[in-house]
């Protein structure tokens, strides 16, 4: 029996680690939404983590543009938080996923970032997530794994997917961005990965440190719109080009988020999948969840 512990389990990623590790008859999951343990409070954290094996960290302050004006309280969850997490995973030899982001690179690449590229976030929320995985480093340095992600879209909660399904349902104008690249992950495929990885790390099969969990391939946001639309039968012309510029918002993007995904082979795993076939794989799951929610 292996006993895991998800934080952050009434978001988009957790609800899929959970659906995963129901699917396994060995797992004692523990699901922990931010209403039933606040991260920020090192007591609670301590007492959740007693008891684990796996600590899988889904819980964030999420709101980029928000982290801008609330540096403060963002950078308390995003970043002191997880040192509590890692120091109660350390004292009961627990293994620890946290689950960070591309927007600890400063984007102006022009090849996939490695792991172990140098960081130099743009925005308040990417300062917050990088202080994060110093801590998972420092503190855990054989039993932290931080795993970055970007552009993450599934079943649940609001994302850039689900906005595009509504819009074009309802027959509103698509504009979207064309000069941001980056890899779409779907979360169902992100949950897979995050599950296979603790199982590898319980066994001493995946060493410990950064692995780029981030869908295979490139694309723009435009490219992403006009994929859903082509994908569920409409016509792709509907979606039309726009600049960064046309959409200012409070927290600067990186133009480039293109993640490299060489540390899976040190843990026997593959890559995850092309973005394009993830999209395929998702968007009938996407389209039962809004049925369901109605």
């Not at 396994?24 to 991260?39: F, V």
């Not at 984007?107 to 801590?135: F, I, M, Q, S, V």
């Not at 649940?156 to 504009?175: D, K």
Request: with cysteine; aromatic share 6%; proline share 6%.
């Amino acid at each position: 029996m292996t006993r895991w512990l998800v934080t952050g389990a009434g978001g988009m990623l957790g609800r899929e680690l959970l659906d995963v590790l129901s699917r396994d008859p060995a797992a004692r999951i523990t699901g922990l939404t931010r209403h039933a343990l606040d991260i920020t409070d090192a007591k609670a954290v301590r007492a959740a983590v007693a008891g684990q094996d796996v600590v899988v960290n889904a819980a964030a302050w999420t709101d980029v543009d928000g982290a801008e004006s609330a540096e403060t309280a963002a950078t308390a969850v995003n970043g002191r938080a997880v040192a509590a997490l890692a120091r109660a995973c350390a004292a009961e030899g627990a293994r620890l996923l946290q689950v960070s982001t591309d927007y600890v690179f400063p984007g102006d690449a022009r090849r996939p970032y490695a792991e172990d590229a140098a960081t130099g976030p743009l925005n308040a929320y990417g300062r917050g997530k990088l202080l994060g995985e110093r801590a998972v480093a420092e503190l855990l340095p054989d039993l932290g794994y931080v795993v970055r992600t970007a552009w993450l879209y599934g079943r649940h909660g609001r994302n850039f997917v689900a906005t595009v399904l509504a819009r074009a349902a309802a027959g509103e104008p698509l504009r979207v961005v064309d000069d941001q690249h980056g890899q779409p992950t779907w979360a169902g495929a992100l949950a897979e990965r995050l599950v296979e990885l603790g199982g590898r790390a319980l066994e001493g099969g995946a060493p410990a440190g950064v692995y780029h969990g981030t869908a295979c391939g490139t694309a723009t946001w435009y490219d992403l719109a006009r994929a859903v639309i082509e994908e569920t039968g409409g016509d792709p012309a509907v979606v039309a080009r726009a600049s960064t510029g046309d959409f200012p918002r409070p927290a600067p993007r990186p133009s480039y988020s293109v993640l490299g995904h060489d540390r899976w082979a040190a843990a026997g795993l593959p890559p995850l999948p092309h973005w394009r076939e993830s999209l395929r794989t998702a968007l009938p799951s996407m389209a039962r969840a809004a049925v369901s929610v109605r």
